[in-house]
């Protein structure tokens, strides 16, 4: 079973965001590992992101509006192969955002 962690913390510097133009279409989001590499952890805007949890696995989207007085809203969307919206899930966060991501926690490579 792969456990998704999302988290929205405080920390004691906020480092600044990536300007973003534009949202690419889900099917162009990058990982979320090489989204985190990029900009780095802690930061007030997550850019929309994908988690691959395996081949015939459902994929995990993740954006999250910018941080307007310490607040924003974390969005996780849950899709099948074909990019069909299957589960969605907005949460309130507070301080700042870190990119998600996804663990065999009992090591069964499920």
């Known amino acids: 079973m792969a456990l998704l962690m999302a988290a929205a913390c405080t920390p004691s510097e906020i480092e600044t965001p990536v300007a973003v133009d534009s949202e690419p279409a889900l099917t162009e ?3 979320c590992a090489l989204s985190e590499t990029a900009t780095g ?13 395996g081949a015939g696995e459902p994929r995990v989207y993740v954006s999250a509006d910018p941080m307007v007085d310490g607040e924003g809203t974390l969005r996780l969307e ?5 990019s069909n919206s299957l589960q969605l899930i907005d949460e309130t966060a507070t301080g ?4 998600p991501y996804a663990e065999d926690i009992d090591g069964d490579g499920a």
């Open 29 to 31: 989001a990058q990982s």
């Open 41 to 53: 952890a802690m930061i007030p805007r997550l850019a929309l992101c994908q988690i691959d949890l």
């Open 78 to 82: 849950v899709a099948d192969a074909e």
């Open 96 to 99: 700042s955002y870190s990119y």
